[in-house]
């Protein structure tokens, strides 16, 4: 008895971080046809801070998907010291993932600082930004 096997259209999504914020699907067609997308996520746009007491507003601008133009979700903030370039821990207005284009740090320690961005979307991370211009609280 011989059997027929009928193309089957099956799609699979693998999704995938790569190394500096590159993402990756595949899509599988029937038995051995298919295809790949690879997308990267721009590197995060050097933020400004501009200071109020020891208070610190940080701004960017989106960042996006090469292909596709599809903006990050969400952003992740740094504060750096200005003298050593040791990250510091950030307060809580801009901890986890920020989901808008600005945050502001409330009772940051005076100082001198500098801030970057690292766009976020899911499990993919872009590459961090440049850091900020110095801010002195």
Same mark, same amino acid.
Do not use: D
């Given at each position: 008895?011989?059997?027929?096997?009928?193309?089957?259209?099956?799609?699979?999504?693998?999704?995938?971080?790569?190394?500096?914020?590159?993402?990756?699907?595949?899509?599988?067609?029937?038995? $051995? /046809?298919? @295809? &790949?997308?690879?997308?990267?996520?721009?590197?995060? #746009? *050097?933020?400004? +801070?501009? =200071?109020?007491?020891?208070?610190?507003?940080?701004?960017?601008?989106?960042?996006?998907?090469?292909? $596709? /133009?599809? @903006? &990050?979700?969400?952003?992740?903030?740094?504060?750096? #010291? *200005?003298?050593? +370039?040791? =990250?510091?821990?950030?307060?809580?207005?801009?901890?986890?993932?920020?989901?808008?284009?600005?945050?502001?740090?409330?009772?940051?320690?005076?100082?001198?600082?500098?801030?970057?961005?690292?766009?976020?979307?899911?499990?993919?991370?872009?590459?961090?930004?440049?850091?900020?211009?110095?801010?002195?609280?």
């Amino acid at each position: 008895m011989r059997r027929r096997f009928l193309p089957l259209l099956v799609a699979v999504a693998v999704a995938g971080t790569l190394a500096g914020g590159a993402a990756a699907a595949w899509t599988l067609h029937g038995s $051995g /046809g298919g @295809a &790949a997308l690879a997308k990267t996520l721009s590197a995060g #746009n *050097a933020p400004a +801070g501009a =200071v109020t007491g020891h208070k610190v507003k940080v701004t960017w601008t989106a960042s996006s998907y090469t292909n $596709g /133009g599809v @903006a &990050a979700a969400g952003y992740i903030i740094k504060r750096y #010291n *200005a003298s050593t +370039g040791v =990250v510091q821990t950030i307060l809580s207005a801009c901890t986890g993932t920020i989901v808008g284009l600005t945050c502001t740090e409330s009772s940051v320690p005076s100082g001198t600082w500098q801030y970057t961005v690292t766009p976020a979307t899911a499990n993919w991370r872009g590459p961090e930004s440049p850091k900020s211009a110095v801010v002195t609280v």
